[in-house]
């Protein structure tokens, strides 16, 4: 299955590297930093960092925001709000939310590879309003029901 997922680089962004895949097969596409000026990110700091894309999706498709894993094992750089959704109806720049959950001051630059973007399919989905739910074994368990481990 393949979809086309149309970019838009940002006026101004025109040095900025497009997203793209590191390896064959990898599910995500690298983004960029499309900061004017390095970002210093002291431990517990948190902000927003773009990335001088926009796209547009087709109905269907969302673009998740996840973490590079090795910012977030080196560095202990990782996402808030992990993944970040990307509806299909957004136009808008493309900016990623970052922690800095290390140990030291962390420095981000000019395209410097900050997130990945994965593409899932959204299925459609009908909430049907209901007086009972079905029954399973579980029930309402909730966080810590099927074991303590």
């Known amino acids: ?65 996840r973490p590079r894993s090795g910012l977030a094992f080196k560095h202990g750089i990782t996402c808030l709000n992990t993944p970040g959704t990307i509806d299909a109806d957004y136009r808008g720049e493309i900016k990623v939310l970052l922690i800095n959950l290390g140990q030291e001051p962390f420095k981000i630059t000019r395209n410097e590879r900050i997130a990945q973007m994965v593409f899932q399919i959204v299925p459609e989905v009908k909430l049907i309003q209901v007086d009972e739910l079905s029954e399973t074994i579980r029930g309402a368990g909730g966080f810590g029901h099927t074991g303590t481990k």
């Open 1 to 65: 299955m393949s979809f086309e997922v149309q970019i838009n680089r940002l006026a101004g962004n025109e040095d900025i590297e497009l997203p793209r895949k590191m390896s064959e097969l990898a599910s995500g596409f690298d983004l960029y930093a499309a900061v004017t000026e390095d970002v210093v990110l002291s431990p517990g700091q948190r902000t927003l960092i773009p990335t001088g894309i926009a796209i547009a999706m087709p109905g269907g498709l969302e673009a998740q925001i």
